[in-house]
């Protein structure tokens, strides 16, 4: 079993940034990749951003790319997402995720085994 908590969201002027933070437990932080999936009203969970197992590889959903940044720390067990320039439409709950699967890029939420609570982020205009 692996257990993640999210911390960080909050609410945020268009323009202004947030950093997200995940902690993972429960299992080798290393076997694992990870993913940032976001939820806004009324709508399916999508992909925001992802990073393998070594933390060498990141991708992006098209909509965030140049804004967000995903990272992790092997030491601390932990994984950010540090968000700049926040618009609107990135007002949503967020989720941590963990994969065991192999594959190189895990865009779906049915790719990830694990989830955290979420954390609101609140973008106004």
């Known amino acids: 079993q692996v257990q993640l908590v999210e911390s960080g969201g909050g609410l945020v002027q268009a323009g202004g940034s947030l950093r997200l933070s995940c902690a993972a437990s429960?299992?080798?932080?290393?076997?694992?990749?990870m993913g940032w999936l976001r939820q806004a009203p009324g709508k399916e969970r999508e992909f925001v951003a992802g990073i393998n197992r070594s933390g060498g590889s990141t991708y992006y959903a098209d909509s965030v790319k140049g804004r967000f940044t995903i990272s992790r720390d092997k030491v601390k067990n932990t994984v950010a997402l540090q968000m700049n320039s926040l618009k609107p439409e990135d007002t949503a709950v967020y989720y941590c995720a963990a994969s065991y699967r192999l594959a190189t890029v895990l865009l779906r939420k049915d790719d990830y085994d694990y989830w955290g609570q979420g954390t609101q982020v609140t973008v106004s205009s």
């Open positions: 429960g299992r080798t932080f290393s076997d694992y990749s």
